[in-house]
């Protein structure tokens, strides 16, 4: 008899993602019934930068701050119902995470919790060191941290040996589905094609609400329903891969061809090589089929044998990052915005290269050298808001150019009002690529 | 034949990863596709793209979901954790593409969006 399809909720899509979204999943997983499981993702590239930095400041830290707000509402009945919690939200202290679950199930009343830590991610050892020093860019000097994009056997590993909360650190998003489902099929590490459609399964569900009618709106073109309770994805996936994707029972958003399309090409460069630790997944030739009901099968991907390395993301010091506004309104608006970011560029007398945005003119489409900004044609905006930004090693530098943003209020241009100011440390990254074999990753069962 | 914004016939996203920026373009109606593979060259959008000196820029075509996906290098000033803007991962981009014309029957526009 064939194995059962595998229900796979997407529970977080980014670490400032809905924590109320998780529930309907799970009520959602628990009443169809099937074997299932749910994935956090929440560790975007900036994520780790900032977990790197809490941890700096306090070796307990550096796990997902959001956490107990994520899994609180829906551990009892996953552990009630045996549906696994796979999440990459150990970011930079899976160990810390990982205790931290156990208190929460004490605190709830439940069993010791068995949790499984995934870890290799981390190359800040010694052993990590001179891997790095080997494969980054020379001329950076040492950097702060660096991880590498672990895959989904490990995460099998531990369902296998009995984890109900599989915690990791960096692995790369779509293995946080193709992990369990790995563990349920018992696939072949090497069986490229139904590696390759679980992955995009994974893909799909990496990103929370991007699948089921959020990041999409667009009025009078693309209208979603009931956008403020978009429900949160699930997918079944089947023995071989092939799955289909729909969302959350009794929820606004919508889940089509449009949006998994959309989805299905987020973050994707050559769609023949969708690079992940676990395989080369390919929908060059894939076909989204709408099944009604909130319900879409994607069919046609394929798999490749996995790359030889694994990604490395390195963290170094980034300075200091300022930004800083003043607004200006009404008759004339635009030209006093101008003059204020002239008085600021010659009071800081070349000391900083400033970001100048013109806000309600030109900023986003705009470019960090304002050429964007030099080529357009004063206007007369009537709603300007200024923006300064600039980022140094030195942060008395920084913090004057928010100082002469700030003085702008009595000696700048007429009726500048509204000015906000912020300085942040910043991490900036260096990728490269190193053999796999010499990453490993490994897992522990924390009982 | 019209000269429309993609907008009124096509959508897509924006991903980002490092300097690099990831777009699709989807045509609503398959018969749109051709035009947009005619017309939205990765010239045209290196074109769009200009003030951030973009040091490649990719096409590949989705034929089966009649869609197209560039890929443009050193599009995002260094990236989300080195650039200076306010949307550092870019995700704002797609609608700079969606912003160009191209020209297509009318007969391709879908009825709500031409109003």
Redesign the interface.
């Known amino acids: 008899m064939a194995v059962e399809a595998l229900a796979i909720g997407g529970g977080a899509g980014f670490s400032g993602d809905r924590t109320d979204a998780a529930g309907p999943v799970v009520e959602t997983l628990v009443a169809r019934g099937l074997p299932a499981a749910i994935l956090f993702e929440t560790l ?3 994520t780790l ?1 900032a977990a790197q930095l809490a941890r700096r400041q306090n070796p307990e830290l550096g796990y997902e701050p959001q956490l107990d707000r994520f899994v609180g509402p829906i551990l009892r009945a996953c552990v009630e119902h045996r549906i696994p919690i796979v999440g990459n939200f150990g970011a930079a202290n899976p160990r810390g995470a990982a205790r931290r679950l156990q208190a929460l199930a004490r605190e709830l009343g439940l069993p010791a919790l068995r949790v499984g830590v995934v870890e290799g991610d981390d190359l800040s050892d010694e052993r990590g060191r001179s891997l790095l020093a080997e494969y980054l860019p020379a001329g950076r000097g040492e950097p702060v941290s660096a991880n590498v994009y672990q895959g989904a056997k490990p995460i099998a590993d531990a369902l296998r040996a009995g984890a109900q909360v599989v915690v990791t650190g960096r692995v790369a998003d779509p293995s946080l589905a193709v992990g369990p489902a790995m563990a349920h099929f018992g696939w072949a590490e090497d069986d490229w094609t139904t590696l390759g459609r679980a992955t995009m399964a994974g893909h799909l569900l990496e990103c929370g609400a991007q699948v089921t009618g959020g ?2 709106a ?1 009025p ?3 209208e979603v329903p009931d956008l403020a309770h978009a429900g949160f994805p699930i997918a079944e996936v089947a023995g071989d891969g092939s799955f289909t994707i729909g969302k959350a029972a009794n929820s606004g958003g919508l889940v089509d061809a ?1 949006t998994v ?12 090589a969708y690079l992940t630790p676990d395989v080369v997944a390919d ?6 089929h709408e099944l009604g009901g909130d319900r879409v099968a994607v069919s ?1 991907v394929r798999g490749h044998p996995r790359p030889p390395t694994l990604k490395v993301n390195a963290w170094f010091d ?1 300075g200091w ?1 300022g930004e800083a506004e003043i607004s200006y309104a009404g008759p004339n608006a635009e030209a006093r915005a101008r003059l204020a970011a002239d008085v600021v560029l010659e009071r800081m007398g070349g000391a900083l290269d400033i ?1 100048f ?1 013109l ?1 309600g003119v030109l ?7 304002g ?2 900004l030099a ?1 357009l044609a004063p206007g007369g905006a009537r709603d300007v808001r200024l ?1 300064a ?3 140094h090693a030195d942060r008395a530098l920084v913090e004057r150019l928010l100082a002469e943003v700030t003085a702008l209020y009595t000696c700048g241009p007429a009726g500048g009002g509204g000015v906000r100011t912020s300085i942040r440390s ?4 260096v ?1 490269c690529f190193v053999p796999r074999e010499r990453a490993p990753a490994r897992f522990e069962i924390l009982d | 034949m019209a000269r429309v914004p993609l907008h009124a016939f096509a959508h897509g996203r924006t991903g980002d990863k490092g300097d690099r920026s990831n777009i699709s373009v989807i045509a609503y109606r398959p018969e749109a596709f051709p035009f947009i593979v005619e017309q939205l060259t990765e010239a045209r959008v290196a074109e769009a793209f200009r003030h951030r000196r973009p040091t490649a820029v990719t096409r590949y075509l989705l034929p089966k979901l009649h869609a197209v996906n560039f890929v443009i290098d050193g599009a995002l000033d260094g990236g989300v954790n080195d650039a200076l803007g306010l949307d550092t991962h870019g995700k704002s981009l797609v609608f700079l593409v969606l912003a160009l014309e191209l020209e297509v029957p009318a007969s391709l526009l879908p009825k709500d969006s031409r109003r």
């Open positions: 975007a590239e900036r930068a990041y999409f667009d009078g073109f693309k449009r399309k959309e989805q299905l090409l987020y973050e994707v460069h050559d769609p023949a929908i060059s030739e894939a076909e989204v046609g980034g990052l970001r945005d806000i900023s986003l489409f705009a470019d960090d050298r050429r964007a080529e923006r930004a600039a980022a910043r991490l900036s990254t990728s």
